[in-house]
């Protein structure tokens, strides 16, 4: 019987196995013997966890429009439409009394299930607590692969987290020249650099490298190139 835990590296991957096991452990909680205050701090750390990520976001978000406003008025282009941001929109903030080490905790429960005498591969399965099987990963090969959609005519980018811990991702706004643009530990990001001036059309360039323990790893991704209008 498989017995490895599978807590995911990253963020993401973390936030889909709390609300994976929120949604399915009740099913298996009389067969487990677990009790209503394990199902409750579970739903805590799920909430203060989702609460971290999303704020966060907003504020990454509005950092860096912030970050495009200040270029703006102190590099130009002179016809810019130099518009303050709109303050951030954070999420609304659990009302239950959060706690720290949420995976310290998390960690020996799913421990705890797989020690139990009901316990069964396929309720391993079926909580996603099996940890996959197969062959590491060379991280000197990694190499991010980036997607696009928009969103009110802003690029937003996206890419696969591959187990590393985060993204560094850097634009090229039409200068000819890459600067950092942010690192996301998400595995998405809206580029809220001011769009060109109405009627006009602009190439921005992007590229991307994966990041491991504040390490860049692996290989940068091939250019994106994209055509944004005013």
Do not use: C
């Amino acid at each position: 019987m498989t017995t490895n835990t599978a807590i995911p590296r990253d963020d993401t991957g973390k936030l889909a196995l709390l609300q994976h096991l929120d949604l399915n452990l009740p099913n298996y909680a009389v067969a487990l013997e677990i009790s209503t205050d394990d199902l409750a701090q579970l739903k805590i750390g799920l909430e203060g966890f989702d609460y971290s990520l999303k704020a966060q976001d907003a504020a990454n978000n509005y950092n860096n429009a912030l970050y495009a406003f200040k270029r703006a008025l102190r590099d130009g282009p002179n016809n810019a439409n130099v518009v303050p941001p709109p303050l951030p929109i954070f999420p609304t903030l659990p009302t239950s009394t959060l706690y720290a080490n949420i995976f310290g905790f998390v960690g020996p429960l799913i421990t705890r299930i797989k020690k139990h005498k009901n316990y069964t591969e396929a309720i391993g399965k079926a909580l996603n607590i099996i940890a996959t099987q197969g062959s590491d990963v060379d991280i000197s090969t990694l190499q991010p692969v980036l997607s696009i959609d928009f969103q009110g005519g802003h690029p937003v980018l996206h890419w696969k987290s591959n187990s590393t811990d985060s993204l560094e991702l850097e634009a090229d706004h039409g200068t000819g020249n890459f600067s950092l643009l942010t690192i996301q530990h998400i595995t998405s990001f809206q580029d809220n650099t001011e769009l060109p001036a109405s009627g006009t059309a602009v190439i921005w360039k992007y590229r991307a490298i994966y990041r491991i323990r504040d390490l860049q790893v692996g290989h940068w991704s091939q250019v994106l190139e994209v055509g944004v209008k005013g």
